[in-house]
C-alpha cells in the first residue's frame, strides 16, 4: 500500500547546523499490515508520517501510495488520515460535528453524515455520544473521538503519531487491544508510531526500529525481540545482557575471561561478535543440571509480581539481569538468603550478533 524510496529529508537548525531526520529510507508497507515504527525520541518517526501524509516535503527519494507516486499530491489529496497524540479535536464542536467534519467538508448529505458518525462511533465504543463537547469525555474518550473522526471516510491507510502515550498505564493496554481489533476488522493497513518497545511488540504484524533517520531492523515483533541485528535494537527492544568477545568453537571468550555458550551458527559470523542472553532466558540451576552457567553475587532481587528480577555482578565485575517467573518462589527464597545464584541458560537460546 505504501513505498518509500530512498527517502530523505534534512532540517536546518536556528543554530545554522542540519540535522537528517531521514536517511534515505526505503520501506514497504503491505495492504492490511499493522505496522510500527518504534524509536527514540528525535529519530525520524514524526518526520518519516509527515512525509506520507504529505505535510513534509522531501529532499530526495519518493512515496507511491497504492501504486500512485504522491511527490505532487497536497496532504488533502492523499488517500491517507493522521491521529495525533494530543487528539486534536475542535472543542467548540460536538463529538458529532468534530466526526463528521471531513465529510461536510466533502459535501456528503446531512442523513448519510449521520448515519456513518453513528456507525464510526460505535466501531470505538462511544455509541450515541454525539451530542457530547470534548471537554465532556475522559481522555481516552477523546482519543476514541479522534480515532472515528480518522476512520470516518474509510481511507485506504491510517497514521498514528503516538496516539495512546497521554493515557495511563491500564487505559493504554487496554486501547492497544481495541486498536488492533478495529484494524483487522477495518481492514486497512495502520502505520503506528511508539517509542515504547512492549507496545510495539504487543500491536504490530512488523516492527521497523529506527535511529538517527534510518532504519536499523524490519522484522515480525519475535524476530526483532530473538534476533536483533545490532546492539541498538536488541537493547533498545528489551532488558539484555551482551557479552562481547571472540569466537571460538561453540564458544564466546570475553576479553575478561568468560566463556559463553552458544549454539552453533549457521551464518558464517565474523571472529568477534557479542552474545545475547534475554534476562528471561535465565534459570536457577539446579545442581548437577546439564546446562553452561554464570555465577553471580545478588545486588537487588525485585518482585514484580509475574516475575522475580534478579540483579547480579558476576566475579569479573559484569552487571547481569535474570527474570525468574514467580512460581519458582521458594528457590527465589533460597538465593535470597545466600544473595549468590548460579544462573543457568540454554546455549540454544543465545543469539549472536555481528
Ligand atoms: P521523532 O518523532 O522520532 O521524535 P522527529 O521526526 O520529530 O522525531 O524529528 C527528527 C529530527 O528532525 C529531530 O532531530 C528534530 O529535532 C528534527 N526536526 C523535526 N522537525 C523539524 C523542523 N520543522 N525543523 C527543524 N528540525 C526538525
Ligand atoms: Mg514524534
Known amino acids: 500500500i505504501v513505498r518509500l524510496v530512498e527517502a530523505s529529508k534534512a532540517f536546518t537548525t536556528p543554530e545554522g547546523g542540519t540535522v537528517t531526520a531521514l536517511d534515505r529510507i526505503n520501506l514497504d508497507v503491505r495492504r492490511n499490515e499493522f505496522l510500527t515504527l518504534l524509536g527514540p525520541s528525535g529519530c525520524g518517526k514524526t518526520t518519516l508520517l509527515q512525509a506520507i501524509s504529505g505535510f513534509v516535503e522531501l529532499d530526495g527519494g519518493s512515496i507511491l501510495i497504492d501504486g500512485e507516486d504522491m511527490t505532487d499530491r497536497p496532504p488533502y489529496r492523499r488517500p491517507v488520515n493522521t491521529v ?20 461536510e467538508v466533502a459535501g456528503v448529505a446531512k442523513p448519510q453524515r449521520r448515519e456513518k458518525v453513528a456507525s464510526a462511533l460505535k466501531m470505538v465504543g462511544l455509541e450515541g455520544m454525539e451530542a457530547r463537547k470534548p471537554r465532556q469525555l475522559s ?9 472515528a473522526r480518522a476512520i470516518i471516510a474509510r481511507p485506504k491507510l491510517l497514521l498514528l503519531d503516538e496516539p495512546l502515550s497521554a493515557l495511563d498505564k491500564n487505559l493504554r493496554q487496554a486501547m492497544q487491544i481495541e486498536l488492533k481489533t478495529l484494524q483487522n476488522e477495518l481492514g486497512i493497513s495502520f502505520i503506528f508510531v511508539t517509542h515504547d518497545q512492549q507496545e510495539a511488540l504487543t500491536m504490530s504484524d512488523r516492527v521497523a526500529v529506527l535511529s538517527g533517520g534510518r532504519i536499523q531492523q524490519l522484522d515480525t515483533p519475535r524476530a526483532i525481540y530473538d534476533h536483533p541485528v545490532n546492539t541498538f535494537v536488541a537493547t533498545f527492544i528489551g532488558a539484555s545482557n551482551l557479552f562481547e568477545g571472540r569466537l ?10 568468560m566463556a559463553i ?6 551464518r558464517k559470523i565474523s571472529a568477534e561478535a557479542t552474545a545475547l542472553i534475554r ?3 535465565f534459570f536457577l540451576a539446579e545442581d548437577n543440571a546439564p546446562f553452561p552457567t554464570i555465577d553471580v553475587d545478588l545486588d537487588q532481587i525485585v518482585f514484580v509480581g509475574s516475575t522475580f528480577e534478579l540483579f547480579g555482578r558476576t566475579a569479573e565485575g559484569r552487571k547481569v539481569v535474570a527474570e525468574i517467573p514467580a512460581n519458582r518462589r521458594s528457590l527465589v527464597g533460597t538465593v535470597e538468603q545466600t544473595r549468590k ?5 540454554d546455549p540454544a537460546a543465545v543469539h549472536l550478533i555481528g
Do not use: I, K, W
Open 248 to 257: 571460538d568453537g561453540d564458544r564466546l571468550m570475553t576479553a575478561d575471561g
Open 341 to 345: 545464584a548460579r544462573l543457568a541458560y
Open 139 to 147: 481522555g481516552g474518550q477523546q482519543q476514541r473521538v479522534a480515532l
Open 279 to 281: 534476562p528471561e532466558q
Open 261 to 266: 555458550r552458544h549454539r552453533p551458527c549457521e
Open 84 to 103: 495525533f497524540q494530543n487528539y486534536a479535536l475542535f472543542p467548540h464542536m460536538t463529538v458529532g460535528e468534530n466526526v463528521a467534519y471531513s465529510l
